[in-house]
């Protein structure tokens, strides 16, 4: 509830004055605002930011061994295009999702926003055929270390050639991406 709670203030607002306004917007977008905007009005900000504290009580545990923490960025690995997600939603570990947000790994961080958290490419493939990335999350405003962790595992993925999903949905092949070069060096 605190994670909708969140997102009901910072966002779904804006969210149900544009489905106000506009015809486009998806039954998803449409739930994620009602949903959220209704969770915020009935926690109320002391509520939030005692949670919130424990939140961030239970993560300085892991900061006192750890520098960062290297953790996936959702929950699973791929969604039907077109689906709106409201009745059939995916499982995890055969466990039925309450709502498509669930999957989302980001959310505790998107709260604890004094933690800076980066997602990038891990250079892996999922066996449903998807890419995968790594998220990395640092100590309370140490940007220099999630920055430096995400700038090594750049360095390291292997490139993902991108081209076969999308000429599988049907699309023209993308242009070949430039390949890394090494930095000048100096004589």
Same mark, same amino acid.
């Given at each position: 509830?605190?994670?909708?709670?969140?997102?009901?203030?910072?966002? &779904?607002?804006?969210?149900?004055?544009? @489905?106000?306004?506009?015809?486009? %917007?998806?039954?998803?977008?449409?739930?994620? &605002?009602?949903?959220?905007?209704?969770?915020?009005?009935?926690?109320? +900000?002391?509520?939030?930011? $005692?949670?919130?504290?424990?939140?961030? $009580?239970?993560?300085?545990?892991?900061?006192? $061994?750890?520098?960062?923490?290297?953790?996936?960025?959702?929950?699973?690995?791929?969604? %039907?295009?077109?689906?709106?997600? *409201?009745?059939?939603? +995916? @499982?995890? =570990?055969? !466990?039925?999702?309450?709502? *498509?947000?669930?999957? =989302?790994?980001?959310?505790?961080?998107? %709260?604890? =926003?004094?933690?800076?958290?980066?997602?990038? +490419?891990?250079?892996?493939?999922?066996?449903?055929? *998807?890419?995968?990335?790594? !998220?990395?999350?640092?100590?309370?405003?140490?940007?220099?270390?999630?920055?430096?962790? @995400?700038?090594? %595992?750049?360095? *390291? &993925?292997?490139?993902?050639?991108?081209?076969? @999903?999308?000429?599988?949905?049907?699309? +023209?092949?993308?242009?070949?991406?430039?390949?890394? !070069?090494?930095?000048?060096?100096?004589?």
């Amino acid at each position: 509830m605190v994670p909708d709670a969140h997102f009901g203030d910072h966002g &779904a607002v804006d969210i149900g004055l544009l @489905a106000a306004d506009c015809d486009d %917007i998806t039954d998803y977008a449409q739930n994620f &605002a009602t949903r959220t905007t209704a969770a915020a009005q009935r926690l109320r +900000p002391q509520q939030r930011h $005692r949670e919130a504290g424990k939140m961030y $009580r239970d993560i300085a545990r892991l900061f006192e $061994r750890f520098d960062a923490i290297l953790c996936p960025t959702v929950g699973i690995t791929g969604l %039907i295009a077109g689906n709106s997600f *409201l009745a059939d939603l +995916p @499982a995890v =570990n055969g !466990q039925r999702l309450k709502t *498509l947000s669930d999957i =989302n790994l980001t959310r505790p961080f998107n %709260i604890l =926003n004094r933690l800076p958290a980066i997602a990038v +490419p891990s250079g892996r493939i999922a066996a449903s055929g *998807l890419p995968l990335g790594v !998220q990395i999350v640092g100590r309370p405003y140490d940007e220099h270390t999630v920055l430096s962790l @995400a700038q090594t %595992i750049e360095d *390291l &993925a292997e490139p993902i050639d991108y081209g076969w @999903a999308v000429a599988a949905a049907g699309h +023209p092949a993308p242009p070949r991406p430039i390949s890394r !070069q090494e930095p000048p060096h100096d004589s």
